[in-house]
C-alpha cells in the first residue's frame, strides 16, 4: 500500500513539473518564434522595378556592329515595358549628379571608345570623351568625370557610346554604337532617410525597389570589386540581370574605363 502511494505521489510530481516547463516555455517563446529559429531563412532576392517613362525623342540610330565588334554593343539596361512603342526607349532614373553607365561588349578589336551626352532636345553637347579600351570584351563601366557640372534635378539626358574602329579616320558611320536616356531625380524623404542608416548591400535593394538603375549597378558593382570572393554578391549580381532580362550577359566581366577629366 505505501509503495503503491508513493509511485502515485512520485508519478503526479512528475506530470506537475512537465506541465509547468511546459507552460513557461510557451509563455516565454511564442510558437512563432520557435519556428523562425528552426526553419531556415530564404534568401531575399534581388529585383529591379523598372519605371515606365520613355525618352522624349528617338534617339539617332546607327550600326550596333561593325568591324571592330562581329557581335552587337548594347547599354546594359533592363528590357523596356511591353507598353512602350518599339521606337521608345527607356529613361533610366538615377540619384547621382554624376552617374555610371554600362555597356556590355562581348568582343572588339578596338583600342578607344567615344562617349557623348546632350540634353534633352539634343541641340547642346554637355560632354564629349574619347576613352581608351583596357579590355577588349566585357561591361564597360563609365563614370562622368569629377569636373563636370553634373547632371540636374529632373532633366533627361540622352547618351552614346561608340566603338572606334578607326580612330584616325573622319567617317565614323561604322562605328558600333549603342544609346539611351538617363534622368537625374529627387529622391522621397523616405528613401532619404532608409540610405541614411542602410548598409551598401541594403542600399542595392532600396535603390532597385525604387527604380534606380544606375545607382542599383554601380553600388553593387563595386561591391563586388572590393569583395570579390563573395557568393551573396554574386548571386545578387545574377539575380539582378534575370529580373530585367539580362541574364544573357549576368556572367561578363567588369571593366572600368579610365575617367579623365571633362576638360581633356
Known amino acids: 500500500m505505501l509503495k503503491k502511494t508513493l509511485l502515485l505521489l512520485t508519478l503526479g510530481l512528475t506530470l506537475s513539473t512537465d506541465f509547468l516547463l511546459t507552460t513557461v516555455a510557451a509563455t516565454a517563446i511564442p510558437?512563432?518564434?520557435?519556428?523562425?529559429?528552426?526553419?531556415p531563412r530564404r534568401r531575399s532576392l534581388l529585383r529591379f522595378k523598372v519605371p515606365n517613362i520613355r525618352?522624349?525623342?528617338?534617339?539617332?540610330s546607327g550600326a550596333a556592329r561593325g568591324e571592330c565588334s562581329p557581335q552587337e554593343i548594347s547599354?546594359?539596361?533592363?528590357?523596356?515595358?511591353?507598353?512602350?512603342?518599339s521606337t521608345d526607349l527607356p529613361v533610366q532614373l538615377t540619384l547621382s549628379d554624376r552617374p555610371t553607365f554600362f555597356v556590355s561588349v562581348p568582343q572588339t578589336s578596338a583600342t578607344q571608345a567615344a562617349f557623348l551626352l546632350q540634353n534633352e532636345t539634343g541641340d547642346e553637347i554637355l560632354l564629349e570623351k574619347t576613352v581608351p579600351l583596357n579590355a577588349n570584351k566585357g561591361i564597360m563601366s563609365y563614370t562622368l568625370p569629377a569636373d563636370f557640372p553634373g547632371l540636374k534635378v529632373g532633366q533627361k539626358y540622352s547618351w552614346?557610346?561608340?566603338?572606334?574602329?578607326?580612330p584616325t579616320g573622319g567617317d565614323?558611320?561604322?562605328?558600333?554604337?549603342?544609346?539611351?536616356?538617363?534622368?537625374?531625380?529627387?529622391?522621397?524623404?523616405?528613401?532619404?532617410?532608409?540610405?541614411?542608416?542602410?548598409?551598401?548591400?541594403?542600399?542595392?535593394?532600396?535603390?532597385?525597389?525604387?527604380?534606380?538603375?544606375?545607382?542599383?549597378?554601380?553600388?553593387?558593382a563595386d561591391l563586388r570589386a572590393t569583395n570579390p570572393s563573395d557568393l551573396t554578391l554574386l548571386r545578387d549580381w545574377v539575380d539582378l540581370f534575370k529580373s530585367v532580362g539580362l541574364d544573357a550577359i549576368a556572367n561578363q566581366p567588369i571593366i572600368q574605363l579610365s575617367t579623365a577629366t571633362a576638360s581633356q
Open 31 to 39: 510558437a512563432n518564434t520557435i519556428a523562425q529559429r528552426f526553419v
Open 160 to 166: 552614346r557610346f561608340s566603338l572606334l574602329c578607326d
Open 55 to 60: 525618352g522624349s525623342r528617338n534617339l539617332e
Open 75 to 85: 547599354a546594359v539596361v533592363p528590357a523596356k515595358p511591353v507598353t512602350m512603342a
Open 172 to 220: 565614323r558611320s561604322g562605328d558600333p554604337v549603342t544609346s539611351g536616356w538617363i534622368q537625374r531625380v529627387q529622391p522621397t524623404a523616405t528613401v532619404t532617410q532608409q540610405l541614411q542608416t542602410a548598409t551598401n548591400r541594403q542600399r542595392v535593394f532600396i535603390y532597385a525597389d525604387n527604380g534606380y538603375w544606375n545607382d542599383t549597378l554601380k553600388t553593387l
